[in-house]
């Protein structure tokens, strides 16, 4: 069966490259110029990914990633924002609100193909239930819940692959390499900074459940560890 995308895309020029992108990987893909036919599409048919620009007409990438995350049934589908907007804060402000991943334009063909594959293949390993537990600390793949002492939190896609990371790899210092490799799943050169965007949401979740903060440990030079 084919993997459904969605992509909401003002940019004719954008959106026949990746129509022919995906049509020509074996995706099926819907295109959308703006907010409100992709809204009543998604009430209609889910898909695997949605690949969202941020400048568009009416409502922005921002307000929909917004509402996509604040609807219980859309807000487990993985995605990828595809933007023009390339500094630091744009980026940090997409993924803080949610996003998988974050896409530069202008993008290379194979660059995007490879990125959701990486991600449907981690969305699709989350489906199936598996319990991670270290300490109290206790990881739920099939929802991504974080339990500890009682009390649980959500975490996304990339945030739960990260914390599962850390957590096989616990009191081992893990480099942004090998992070990198393992959660994206591609070359992420340039790109650490989305590193710690991930570690700093995981601890705010991680403490809002009762755990230090500190569980998580920066090693200087090298990137992060578990210390349970």
């Given at each position: 069966m084919k993997h459904l995308v969605y992509s909401v895309e003002d940019d004719?020029?954008?959106?026949f490259v990746i129509k022919a992108a995906l049509e020509n990987s074996g995706f099926e893909i819907k295109i959308f110029g703006e907010a409100e036919p992709f809204y009543k599409t998604l009430e209609q048919k889910l898909p695997d990914l949605i690949l969202l620009d941020i400048m568009l007409p009416g409502e922005d990438g921002i307000a929909i990633l917004q509402k996509l995350k604040s609807v219980p049934?859309?807000?487990e589908i993985p995605?990828?924002?595809?933007?023009a907007k390339s500094t630091e804060i744009d980026k940090v402000?997409?993924?803080d609100l949610g996003a998988d991943d974050y896409l530069i334009k202008p993008f290379g063909v194979l660059e995007l193909i490879s990125r959701i594959k990486a991600l449907l293949r981690r969305s699709g390993e989350d489906g199936r239930e598996q319990i991670l537990e270290l300490n109290?600390?206790?990881l739920s793949n099939a929802e991504r819940i974080c339990k500890y002492k009682g009390k649980e939190t959500t975490l996304t896609a990339k945030e739960y692959e990260l914390l599962k990371l850390l957590m096989a790899h616990n009191q081992k210092a893990v480099n942004r390499e090998e992070?990198?490799?393992k959660v994206w799943g591609y070359d992420f050169l340039g790109e650490s900074r989305t590193?710690?965007?991930h570690i700093k949401t995981i601890r705010q979740k991680l403490s809002s459940i009762g755990l230090n903060a500190?569980?998580?440990r920066t090693v200087r030079g090298i990137g992060y560890k578990m210390m349970l």
């Open positions: 004719k020029n954008i959106q049934a859309w807000k995605v990828i924002i595809v933007s402000v997409g993924l109290g600390l206790a992070i990198i490799g590193v710690d965007v500190e569980a998580i």
